[in-house]
T-cell receptor, first 114, second 115 residues
């Protein structure tokens, strides 16, 4: 059974710092992995998607890497800003079977202090 | 990507009643999904709704409690039936875009409180 874990659960950093959020999954047979952002009481915004054959994806100040064999992904945020404060969720789509479901981690709650 | 809207954005309902949540997408999509996010928890898939076929429910979710309609390629509804306080959650619809629905986009969610 696929399980997704995110560490740390919460993170508080001063503005301008570079930071890394971690995501691990127990079954390396994944179709893809997505990183999302969720603001309080709101829906999810897709940040980056990495296919199982890819090693990393970049969008602006965000860089996501994937090491499928070790069951890990990281989200790197450069030069953090107070507007980056949100909960960051990673989700994997299992590669076994025909399900399209995403299995989510519990998230990292990020606070960037001005 | 897709622009997804949900109605209502939030509601407070009494125990034993039912609420229907609407999800509208700005483009035609094959795959639509309904997720639940209980307070302080992450998201859990309720069911997958394909146009023209019965919804497929995940373990722990049943059609009598969460009936779903998918009348066309841009719209779906989820009904939460016979509600109890344990149903208080955020309900989100999502759509799969691209070949094999490889990327999922989410609506803003419906925050439901059951008293």
């Amino acid at each position: 059974k696929q399980e997704v874990t995110q560490i740390p659960a919460a993170l508080s950093v001063p503005e301008g710092e570079n930071l890394v959020l971690n995501c691990s999954f127990t079954d390396s047979a994944i179709y893809n992995l997505q990183w999302f952002r969720q603001d309080p009481g709101k829906g999810l915004t897709s940040l980056l998607l990495i296919q199982s054959s890819q090693r990393e994806q970049t969008s602006g100040r965000l860089n996501a890497s994937l090491d499928k064999s070790s069951g890990r992904s990281t989200l790197y945020i450069a030069a953090s800003q107070p507007g980056d404060s949100a909960t960051y969720l990673c989700a994997v789509r299992p590669g076994r079977g025909s399900s399209y479901k995403l299995i989510f981690g519990s998230g990292t709650r990020l606070l960037v202090r001005p | 990507s897709a622009v997804i809207s949900q109605k209502p954005s939030r509601d407070i309902c009494q125990r034993g009643t039912s609420l229907t949540i609407q999800c509208q997408v700005d483009s035609q999509v094959t795959m639509m999904f309904w997720y639940r996010q209980q307070p302080g928890q992450s998201l859990t898939l309720i069911a997958t709704a394909n146009q023209g076929s019965e919804a497929t429910y995940e373990s722990g979710f049943v059609i009598d409690k969460f009936p779903i309609s998918r009348p066309n390629l841009t719209f779906s509804t989820l009904t939460v039936s016979n509600m109890s306080p344990e149903d208080s959650s955020i309900y989100l619809c999502s759509v799969g875009m691209g070949s094999g629905a490889y990327e999922q986009y989410f609506g803003p969610g419906t925050r439901l409180t059951v008293t």
